[in-house]
Structure formats: structure tokens, C-alpha cells
């Protein structure tokens, strides 16, 4: 049974690398088979079963962070547009503490990806406690906005696992 759960999640895998190579020769295809069992024996993942109902709330939920994650791509190079585009040049750069509210490290890697993707605003160190230090373009601006993004991007994350 478990093999048979473990080749249902390798067939995707295999097909998106073939996909990507666009090359379906023998040897292409060889190539893929072993690049996704050494994937799998590498990563060993769980299989374990899911529900119609928590797949649906899981792709919704990864489609709404995607989203959400694009919006504040695109409203954050706004303001660094207008902020490089002002004769003044009205930058307050600072570093600021946004708690990542997990002990995940899974959930705290996606946050810092996140607060990075978006213009203005870098992850510079995460530290022990899951604080992530943020360098910003506008301190004022990432510090009114930075926690209620956080949990917000984060309740989102945590439906999609």
C-alpha cells in the first residue's frame, strides 16, 4: 500500500520533469525515473491520506497566499518606485523585529521568503526565537504594516499544510 501511495506522488514529479526538459527520449526518461528516486530517497516524505474537503481548503488556501504574496509584491514596487522616482529621495531605512508567530522552520522560511519577494523589505537573520529581522527601505511604513501582513501571509500558510 505504501508503495503504491509513494508512486502516485512520484508520477507528478516525473511528468513535470519532463515536462520542463521537454525531451522525451529513452534516455530522458531513464534520466527522470532516477532523478525521482533519489529524489524520494533523499527527501522521504510522508505519506499519509487526505480528505476531499482538506484538499479543497489546501488549494484554495495555496491560491489566495499566492495571491496575496503577488498583491504585496506589487503594491511594495509601487512605493519603491515612488520612493526612487521622488527628487528627495524619502527613505527612513531601518531594521525592524517581526515575531514569525511559529516554530517552524518550514513556516519561518516561507515568511522570510515572503517579507523578501517584496520590494523595499529584506529578511537579514532569523534568529533561535523565529524573529525575523528586516531590513526596509521605509521603517515607518514596514513597521505599521509588517505583524498584521505577517499573520495574516501565515494563516493562509498554515491552511495549506
Known sequence: ????????????????????????EWRNIVTGVLLTVLLFLLLRPRVEPISLRQLVISGFSLILYVLVIAWDVFRNGLVVARIVLSPRLPIKPGVIAVDSETRSPLLQALSAHAITISPGEMVMEID???????????????????????????ALVARVF
Open 1 to 24: 500500500m505504501r508503495l503504491f501511495a509513494l508512486i502516485k506522488l512520484a508520477v507528478p514529479v516525473l511528468l513535470v520533469y519532463l515536462a520542463l526538459s521537454n525531451n522525451l
Open 128 to 154: 533561535k526565537r523565529g524573529t525575523l529581522y528586516t531590513h526596509c527601505l521605509n521603517l515607518e511604513h514596514s513597521e505599521a504594516l509588517a505583524q498584521v501582513a505577517q499573520r495574516s501571509r501565515l
